[in-house]
C-alpha cells in the first residue's frame, strides 16, 4: 500500500500571507486583463500598490543589455566598482562621507533590511502606520520586535518622548529604531531638526536606526530633505535602492551604507548570510546599476521630472481626498503615497457593519466602489484606526512623462489639467471614494 505523506510548514509559515499590496494589484491586473478581453466595462483603481509607473531610464536599460555578458558570479557584498559607486553617489546627493567598505549590495532592499534583522543583536522599533513590509519579514525570520504607536497630532511622525519611553523601558537592550524619510505610507519628511530631536534620544540609549530611505530622491523640494545618517552618523544604517527614483523595481538591487566607526566585522557577517542564502546578487545587473548610480545627465534629469510628476500626481490625491466631507489627509512631501484618514466617520462606518480597521479596505474594494487601498494590519495600524494608505501610481507613466516634457505645468491650474488627462484612473477613483462616503452618510 502507497504511504501518503502529510507535508507540513513550520507554524510561523503558516501564519504568513501574500502582501496586501501585491495579492491587491495581482487581482486587479488581472481583473484588468479579463475585461479587456470580454469587453466588460468594470473598473478597479488600484491605490493599494506602490511602484513606480515610469518607464527603466533608457541609460539604464542599455546598461543592462551590455552587461548581460558577464554571467560569473559576483562578490556577495557587490563588485568593488558598484560599492565605490554608491559611496560617491551618497556623497554628491546627502553629503554623506562613506567608504566602499562600509556599503553592501543586496536583491533589492527588502533583503538588505531581511539581512541588517538576522545579523543585527538588536531589538526593532516599527513606528505605527508603517511600510507592508518591515513586521513579515520579522515574523519570518522569528524576531519579536516593539511598535511606536500613531501619532495624529504630529502627522504621524515620531514623538522623541514615545521613543524615550519605549528604550527606557529596557535600558541595557539594544534596540534599532526603524525610521523611513520621506515616509510610506503618510508622504512626511522629516525635517533635519526633527531628525536631530530622534538621534539625540538614540545616543542616549545606544540604539541604532534603520534609515529607509529609499524615496530619499522623490522628495519634492529636494533641497529639504536630510539624510538620517547626516545627524547620527555612527549609529545608522541607511538603505536605498534602484526601485523608486529610477523605477527599476524588477531589477532587485538595493543598497546599505553602514554606520561610521561600526565594527569592522560586520559587513563580513552580512556578507556570509547574503553568500549562505543567494551566493551574490545578479551581476549583469550589478554591472547596470554601477552607471544607473555613476554622475549621469540623463538619469539626473529622469530623477528631477519623475519627481515632479510624483509631487504634482499625490498632492492633487491628497487635497481631492481631504475636500471629501469627514476624511482628512496627510499631505506628501515626498515618495507617492498618503494617508487618508476615515476616523471623523467612525460611528457611520459602524453602522456600515465596518467594526475594525481591516474592513475599511475591503468595503472600498467591493462593489460598486472598487477601490483597492492598504489599512488596518497591512499597515500596521490597531484594529480602532480607520485610516488607508493611498499610492498615487495608477495611470500611464510613459505617457504622463512625454506629456510633461511636451507641456511642462507652470501653474496650479496646469497642474490640475496635467491630473486629469494623465491619470483619469485616478481622478475618477476619488469620485468612487466621495460616493462611499456619501453612501455610508445613507446608513441609519
Known sequence: MEQVFALRTEPHIDALTMPENLRIGQMIARQRRACSLAGCNERYYNFALGQSPFPVPPALAKALAQGAVHGEYAEAAGIEPLRTAVAAFYRRHFGLVADPDRVFVGNGTKEVISILFSSLDAVPIIPSPSWVGYAPILNLIGRPYLTLPPERERGYRIDPEALRAVLAADPD???????????????????????????????????????????????????????????????????????????????????????????????????????????????????????????????????????????????????????????AATKPEGGFYFLADFNALTDRLGRADIAEANGLSAALLAHPYHVATLSGDAIMLPRDHFAARIACVDYDGAAALDLYRRERPMTSLDEVAFVNEAAPDMVAGVTAVRKFVGDLKKKR
Do not use: W
Not at 177 to 189: D, E, I, M, R, S
Not at 258 to 287: F, H, K, N, R, W
Open 173 to 327: 537592550r539594544r534596540h534599532i529604531l526603524v525610521l523611513n524619510n520621506p515616509n510610506n505610507p503618510t508622504g512626511a519628511l522629516y525635517s533635519r531638526s526633527e531628525l536631530e530631536e530622534i538621534a539625540a534620544v538614540c545616543r542616549e540609549y545606544g540604539c541604532l536606526v534603520l534609515a529607509d530611505e529609499i524615496y530619499a530622491l522623490t522628495t519634492y523640494t529636494f533641497e529639504h530633505f536630510t539624510s538620517m545618517a547626516a545627524v547620527y552618523p555612527e549609529g545608522t544604517f541607511v538603505t536605498g535602492g534602484l526601485s523608486k527614483d529610477r523605477s527599476a523595481a524588477g531589477y532587485r538591487l538595493g543598497v546599505c551604507v553602514l554606520p561610521e566607526g561600526g565594527p569592522e566585522d560586520l559587513i563580513a557577517e552580512m556578507t556570509a548570510v547574503a553568500a549562505t542564502i543567494y551566493t551574490a546578487v545578479s551581476t549583469p545587473v550589478q554591472v547596470a546599476a554601477v552607471t544607473a548610480y555613476s554622475p549621469n545627465l540623463e538619469i539626473e534629469e529622469y530623477i528631477r521630472t519623475i519627481r515632479a510628476i510624483h509631487g504634482i500626481m499625490c498632492r492633487y490625491m491628497s487635497r481631492a481626498f481631504a475636500m471629501i466631507e469627514g476624511v
